[in-house]
């Protein structure tokens, strides 16, 4: 150990608030960012599960083909 | 010799392979950095010359480190994506980048801090700060080419042609840089490490900058599961891996 | 208003000048067209069809070189077209959606610009090939005072004067009027008949005697793989 | 069908040499860039604006002047270098001339090349003829004046040509000119320093030849790499437009 006691730890002879700013700086933003990516992983199986369940409820209706262009003027009621 | 260099580039056999090693990648990156940084802030002998603020070398040196060799790591990748067009090379360095960029701003950030005890400013147009400065602008770039193209295909080609117009500069900008300073500023206090640098020194740094290496291979297999789960969504594996939660 | 042609070749050609494999595109994560195989005869004339976004321009920019997301494979003259690219480009004319003219240019020096670094033809060529799509007159005058119409004309003035055996044209129709579709229909007509290859999309119900037709459909489900 | 019923195409023979492609397309944009000459001016302009500034919002002492005036004109040169490079490709892309260059059966890097140069010869060589006026209107002395000419000569090109890969980059995107700056200045860094370093040099009474090699040797480096990374860009930007 190289300081004789905890609060000279803490102080660092007067270095304390540049040192433990650099550390926690890091620290921080090293954690925001695993758990950023952490989640954004889960978001994306997340999504993908909620499409694939959608495209399953789909498909048990029965697959029609997309609709072909009218070109029908819509009636836009004028009150 | 080329069968493995394609299954490397198979994201399906990379999402299987990584998931068995992240566990390992942050562990291992955790108890190393953990270690260097304990042993680096309590149990390393004060600097004579700049007393206990040199205690920031041990998160300093590994940023700076990582912020560079990422840069390097996301070049030979991008020329992997000119040259063979593999999809998983173009996935690492949209996946690093933002994680590239992190790093480099702490480095920049720890070394700006340091300079306040050291140099008694905030800021000083040293040639290292510098260079790390203009490194996060290339970084900054290249996160911003990447989400300005909305095809992923062209986004992915663009941005390495970018990374590598990069990668041909960093030399002559760090040159550049170093002999502008010795132009403007001939002697200043560098921020170096001293040629003999005590064992109980050296071995805590060796020990966190491993340690960030680590941490930064887990992340970069995070991220890039991220990306192949939101390009692969069609396809039957990853169906699979959704619904069943295996590979 | 007169077509004229005037031919001038190099080496005889009578296998496919073209052939597509197995050519797939996919984008923005949906499937344009896949399995695609073709080969391009010489003396034959093509339509390219199929609805709105079913990748018909995606198509011809492709085997012009424009695009490249694609997978599959494309030949020329029977060898990689990847490993021939200059020899493929100069046997190849293509006309697209933006008819490459400059506004500020006259006719004349938009002609000559896009013949530069191909097969340069004296002036006098240039200005009959202009004549010859309707443009007399109006040689010298900046592209920006012509019409929409006369400004794709001043583009169509290079199939009079073009050598090269395959024709790329997406949509030529377009803004030309009735008369001038005629003419233009008759001179892709005789560009067939000389043994030229001609690929073409187009609205308009474009039919003559031996075109080929070539259906893209309305656009791929999503892929299970 | 037998052999004779099949239809027979004479390819097309050799296209002119890459010289004649090259001229063809420098002869094309210089007759552009003429039919709308006030464009010309805009860069400048621009220039001239940027560096009326600095005596405007710092100060007008000659000593401040002939210190930072070097600077002052090669960070303005470099802002209006730029600003026109938004233009390079872009008027050629939407007109669909750019689609037309690139299918030219020639070496793609060779044209953008005859491009890059018309670019130059518009707008970098005409700040470093404007410049020994603006270097007197900062009290620059005749000797820094002349070495300070002698970087923008040779520094502009390689703006122009580094340039040229941002522009083909971030052609047809959204708020391109913004994103072009973002991706170039870094890349700029090092021939800004260059240049006004030797002109410092030069000041402190130091030999200069050594400096002009060195920025010599960037603009061989950018006329070697640069047209090819922009030829591979282009590539890229058209395929996605």
């Known amino acids: 150990m190289a300081f004789d006691s905890f609060s000279a730890f803490i102080a660092m002879e007067g270095h304390g608030p540049y040192v433990w700013a650099c550390y926690a700086v890091f620290f921080v933003l090293m954690l925001l960012m695993m758990i950023g990516s952490v989640r954004s992983r ?15 409820d789909k498909s048990k209706v029965a697959a029609s083909p997309p609709p072909s262009a009218s070109f029908a003027r819509v009636n836009v009621s004028q009150d | 010799m080329w069968q493995f260099f394609h299954k490397l580039g198979s994201p399906k056999w990379f999402f299987g392979i990584s998931t068995r090693f992240m566990p390992w990648l942050l562990a291992g990156g955790v108890i190393l950095l953990m270690a260097g940084v304990v042993w680096g802030l309590a149990f390393a002998p004060e600097d004579y010359l700049q007393g206990n603020s040199y205690r920031i070398i041990f998160i300093h040196v590994p940023t700076a480190f990582m912020a560079q060799s990422v840069y390097i790591m996301m070049a030979s990748a991008a020329l992997v994506t000119l040259v063979w067009r593999m999809k998983l090379a173009d996935v690492f360095v949209k996946a690093v980048a933002p994680v590239g ?25 040293d040639a290292r700060l510098t260079s790390m400065l203009i490194l996060m602008f290339l970084y900054g770039g290249v996160i911003a080419l990447d989400r300005a193209i909305n095809d992923e295909k062209s986004a992915a080609r663009a941005v390495a042609v970018l990374v590598l117009v990069g990668v041909v500069n960093i030399p002559i900008i760090k040159y550049s840089v170093e002999w502008w300073n010795t132009l403007h500023q001939p002697a200043t206090f560098k921020l170096t490490e001293k040629p003999s640098m005590p064992a109980e020194m050296w071995v805590p740094l ?23 789960l939101s390009r692969e969504q069609r396809t039957r594996w990853v169906r699979e891996f959704v619904m069943k939660g295996r590979v | 208003m007169q077509f004229v042609h005037r031919p001038d070749f190099g080496a005889l050609m009578s296998e496919p000048l073209l052939q597509a494999v197995n050519l797939q595109c996919e984008r923005d994560k949906r499937i344009l067209f896949r399995e695609l195989s073709f080969s391009i005869l010489p003396g034959t ?65 938009n002609l000559r610009a896009l013949m530069a670094g191909r097969n340069p033809l004296s002036d006098a060529a240039l200005r009959q090939a202009l004549q010859g799509t309707g443009l007399g007159g109006y040689e010298d005058v900046p592209c920006r005072n012509l019409s929409a119409g006369q400004q794709r004309r001043v583009a169509l003035a290079r199939l009079l004067v073009a050598d090269e055996p395959l024709w790329l044209l997406d949509e030529v129709f377009t803004a030309i009027d009735a008369e001038g579709v005629k003419a233009l229909e008759s001179l892709l007509q005789q560009r067939a008949d000389e043994g030229g290859a001609v690929l073409v999309t187009t609205h308009h119900d474009l039919t003559l005697p031996g075109m080929k037709r070539l259906t893209l459909g309305a656009g791929g489900l999503p892929d299970e793989r | 069908m037998n052999a004779e019923a099949r239809p027979v195409v004479r390819l097309a ?47 007008p ?71 020994p006026v603006l270097g007197v209107m900062m009290h620059l002395d005749g000797n ?70 060195l920025l010599g040797a960037f603009l061989v480096l950018a006329l070697t790499l640069a047209p090819f990374a922009a030829a591979a860009a282009l590539k890229i930007s058209l395929s996605n437009g």
């Open chain 1, 42 to 56: 889960k978001a994306i199986v997340e999504s993908c599960r909620r499409g694939y369940e959608f495209q399953a």
């Open chain 2, 101 to 125: 960029l992190v790093l480099t701003f702490l480095a920049l950030f720890t070394g700006a801090v340091w300079g306040k005890p050291t140099w008694g400013t905030w800021w000083i147009w």
């Open chain 2, 206 to 228: 060796l020990l966190s900058v491993l340690g960030l290496y680590l941490i930064f291979g887990w992340l970069a297999c995070v991220r890039m599961q991220t990306e192949i």
């Open chain 3, 45 to 109: 004339l093509t339509r390219v069809e199929g609805p709105n976004g079913s990748g018909k321009t995606t198509l011809l920019r492709i085997l012009a070189g424009l695009n490249d997301a694609w997978t599959g494979e494309l030949k020329w003259c029977g060898a990689p077209l990847a490993s021939q690219r200059e020899a493929f480009l100069r046997n190849m004319l293509y006309l697209g959606h933006r008819p490459g003219i400059k506004p500020l240019l006259t006719p004349l020096e």
């Open chain 4, 13 to 59: 023979g050799n296209s002119v040499g890459a010289l004649a492609a090259m001229k063809g397309v420098f002869v094309r944009d210089m007759k552009v860039a003429f039919r709308q000459r006030q464009d010309l001016l805009n860069p400048l302009l621009f220039f001239v604006m940027v560096v009326t500034l600095f005596p405007l919002g710092v100060s």
């Open chain 4, 61 to 131: 002492e000659v000593s401040f002047l002939r210190e930072a005036g070097a600077g002052i004109l090669w960070v303005a040169a470099l802002l209006s270098v730029l600003l026109s490079l938004d233009h390079l490709f872009r008027h050629d892309f939407d007109d669909g001339t750019l689609e037309q260059l690139v299918l030219q059966p020639q070496p793609l890097f060779l044209l953008i090349l005859a491009k890059t140069l018309v670019h130059w010869m518009l707008t970098g060589l005409p700040l470093v003829i404007l410049t």
């Open chain 4, 144 to 213: 820094s004046i002349g070495i300070l000419c002698l970087t923008l000569l040779i520094g502009t090109p390689v703006l122009s040509l580094i340039g040229a890969i941002g522009a083909a980059l971030t052609l047809g995107l959204r708020s391109a000119g913004v994103l072009l700056s973002l991706l170039i200045i870094p890349l700029y860094i090092p021939v800004l320093i260059f240049g006004t370093g030797t002109v410092a040099a030069a000041a402190e009474g130091a030999t200069v030849g050594a400096y002009l090699a």
